[in-house]
């Protein structure tokens, strides 16, 4: 089960930290991601990065995101900097978690960031 939060509203220009926390009985994790959906659009990845810090990040966020994990903690965060209204959207978290039933691909609830001009 993975569980979000930090979402908001903020103005341009400003910053938010999302976390996504993991639970259950996890063995390991590979690879834990952020993605978003605006409304009237696909889901689309924002950043992922594997257990072993390799981190990727969407063309629209390098240099603003950056997405960091604590393995000791099952969590993944994504902290935003800079942000634009065209960052609006509900950022869900992904993730590969290694369990007693094998390996399934998780998702969150999601969380609303939205950011006024």
């Known amino acids: 089960q993975l569980e979000e939060s930090g979402g908001g509203l903020v103005q341009a220009g400003g910053s938010l930290r999302l976390s996504c926390a993991a639970s259950?009985?996890?063995?390991?994790?590979?690879?834990m991601g952020w993605y978003r959906q605006a409304p009237g659009k696909q889901r689309e990845l924002v950043a992922v990065m594997t257990s072993g810090g390799s981190a990727d990040y969407a063309d629209s966020v390098k240099g603003r995101f950056t997405i960091s994990r604590d393995n000791a903690k099952a969590t993944a965060y994504l902290t935003m900097n800079n942000l634009k209204p065209e960052d609006t959207a509900v950022y869900y978290c992904?993730?590969?978690?290694?369990?007693?039933?094998?390996?399934?691909?998780?998702w969150g609830q999601g969380t609303q960031v939205t950011v006024s001009s």
């Open positions: 259950g009985i996890i063995f390991s994790i590979n690879v």
């Open positions: 992904n993730a590969e978690i290694r369990g007693i039933k094998g390996t399934t691909n998780s």
